[in-house]
């Protein structure tokens, strides 16, 4: 644990901002400092939770003019620990969870306004209240944030339809280090008065500033859902059928996820009652919805018919039900749990061209091979936008705990493996999860210099005591 808690003056100047219900003690707020996945256990001398912007304001002020560290914390399910300081740093955490308001909804501009601590699946809710919806979706909706969103630049399943979380996003409220507050919120579909620093903003991982609140776009609700989980004999099958629907529907293919055998026999065996759905064993899969007129569905019979004559699609399972419907997506969306029950000892976000996706999947299984053969690999993901997990498991019967006290580099290997066979076929190292403090070395490694180089000179411009969650994206 860093030094308990901070000095008394500096205690008594964030009590009189945020009131005594606005902090509290590290010691009883253990649930700030672990990360999704039990990989870190993080610490800072106090929770500050503000309940409104001009708090924020006056938090980050003080924290610059004291040389005092913040970490910005949503939901805490970021996947790179950009929300845990396990370093030791002075720091504080700054939670925006009482920041939960939708401040606004307007069916004439197609927006909501939300402050920057509402999770998810309410700014869904409360877009579905006035028949719109909200096209961000994420197996952690129920617990991430607008705010975690927007800094992650989040991705999920439906990044096919709707696009990335910055592409759904009008405005943003950002508190700059200095206590600045940028207030970039409103409907406009068109601004160009200079840089557009919203976009800087997102994905820039709490390095730049707090964002306290957002402007999102709203769509209209789709009048019918088609979903599907077909099988194919291997990805680049999975790929073709992707081809042919969206030249049939086009942005109707709103989710297209990848999932793999070994896969499939983890959500069944860590989770018996969801089932496989297919009476004969198949080597993938893809589970896909098409949303939009009515009448899509019949659509999407068609080209599977098509798929199937021509041995692309091997079998496949229509949802009947909104019931059959969850089960199915049960099966992808529990991956981040079975993964975990089964002792996953290593999990990547990789982004490689649509068109190299076979290809990355065939070499990364050959290269973990290379390592250790019987190192049980899982392959899965977002393949409609290149973006696969490859997650790895000990041998068969090999207890996680004890294969990694006795390989203690494996994970550090993993690491190279994957992101050597990612370079080389043109892709990325962080597809959705952002960089945080967990691929800081990678980003140093496989990362364009130049690019680099801009993104400190703007981190020192905007922010130049390194107040700004030091630590995530740069190590120093
Ligand atoms: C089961 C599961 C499934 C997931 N699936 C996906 C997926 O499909 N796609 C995907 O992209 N991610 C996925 N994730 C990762 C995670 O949910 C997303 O990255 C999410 O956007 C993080 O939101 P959060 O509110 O939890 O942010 P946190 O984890 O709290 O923080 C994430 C980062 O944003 C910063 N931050 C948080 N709030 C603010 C703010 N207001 N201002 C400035 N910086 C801030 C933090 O400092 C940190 O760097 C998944 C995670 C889990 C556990």
Redo the contacts with the bound molecule.
């Keep these: 644990m860093a030094d308990a808690l901070p000095d008394t003056p500096f205690l008594e100047r964030i009590n009189s901002i945020v009131g005594s219900a606005g902090w509290i003690d590290p010691t009883r707020a253990d649930g700030y400092f672990v990360?999704?996945?039990n990989r870190f256990r993080g610490d800072a001398q106090l929770v500050v939770r503000p309940s409104s912007t001009n708090q924020v304001s006056q938090v980050v002020a003080l924290c610059n003019q004291c040389g005092v560290g913040l970490?910005?914390?949503?939901?805490?399910?970021?996947?790179?620990?950009?929300?845990i300081d396990f370093e030791r740093r002075k720091i504080i955490v700054?939670s925006?969870e009482r920041m939960n308001a939708i401040r606004s909804v307007s069916q004439d501009n197609d927006t909501i306004d939300v402050e920057?601590?509402c999770?998810?699946v309410n700014v869904k809710e409360a877009a579905r209240q006035h028949n719109r919806c909200f096209g961000l979706?994420?197996?952690?909706?129920g617990?991430?944030?607008?705010?975690?969103?927007?800094?992650?630049?989040?991705?999920?399943?439906q990044v096919l339809r709707y696009g990335?979380?910055r592409d759904m996003c009008l405005g943003v409220e950002?508190v700059l280090p200095d206590g600045a507050i940028l207030k970039n919120t409103g409907a406009l579909r068109k601004d160009n008065t200079g840089y557009d620093l919203r976009h800087l903003?997102i994905g820039?991982?709490?390095?730049l500033?707090?964002?306290?609140a957002a402007t999102l776009k709203l769509f209209p609700v789709p009048k019918e859902i088609a979903t599907v989980m077909c099988a194919f004999p291997s990805p680049g099958a999975a790929l073709a059928l992707l081809g042919d629907l969206r030249n049939e529907v086009g942005e109707a293919v709103t989710a297209f996820e990848l999932m793999s055998r070994f896969g499939m026999d983890l959500a069944t065996r860590h989770f018996p009652e969801l089932g496989d759905p297919f009476e004969q064993s198949h080597s993938w899969f893809g589970l896909v919805d098409v949303e939009g007129h009515i009448g899509i569905g019949a659509q999407l019979e068609g080209v599977l018919e098509r798929m199937f004559s021509s041995g692309i699609v091997t079998d496949a399972v229509l949802a009947q039900s909104g019931k059959q419907r969850q089960s199915l997506w049960n099966l992808r969306?529990l991956?981040?749990?079975y993964n975990r029950q089964e002792g996953v000892i290593f999990s990547s976000?990789t982004s490689v061209p649509i068109a190299e996706v076979e290809n990355f999947i065939a070499a990364v299984e050959c290269a973990l091979a290379g390592i250790n053969p019987l190192l049980r690999v899982n392959c899965y993901g977002?393949v409609g936008d290149g973006n696969i997990h490859v997650n790895v498991f000990p041998p068969k019967g090999v207890a996680r705990s004890r294969f990694l006290l006795v390989n203690p580099t494996i994970q550090n290997e993993l690491d190279i493996a994957i992101n050597e066979t990612t370079a080389s076929c043109g892709g990325s190292i962080s597809?959705?999860?952002?960089i945080?403090r967990v691929k800081r070395d990678a980003l140093l490694k496989f990362g364009d210099p130049v690019k680099q180089a801009t993104m400190r000179a703007i981190k020192a411009a905007i922010d130049p005591n390194n107040i700004?969650?030091p630590g995530?994206v740069f190590a120093n």
Excluded at 143 to 154: H, K, M, P, R, V
Excluded at 209 to 212: P, R
């Design positions: 990360d999704a996945r970490v910005p914390y949503g939901g805490g399910t970021g996947g790179s620990a950009g929300h700054l925006l920057a601590g999770v998810l979706s994420l197996a952690s909706e617990s991430c944030t607008i705010g975690g969103n927007l800094s992650s630049n989040a991705g999920g399943i990335n979380a950002v903003m820039s991982e709490g390095t500033g707090i964002i306290t969306e991956a981040y749990e976000d977002h597809a959705e999860h952002g945080g700004m969650n995530a």
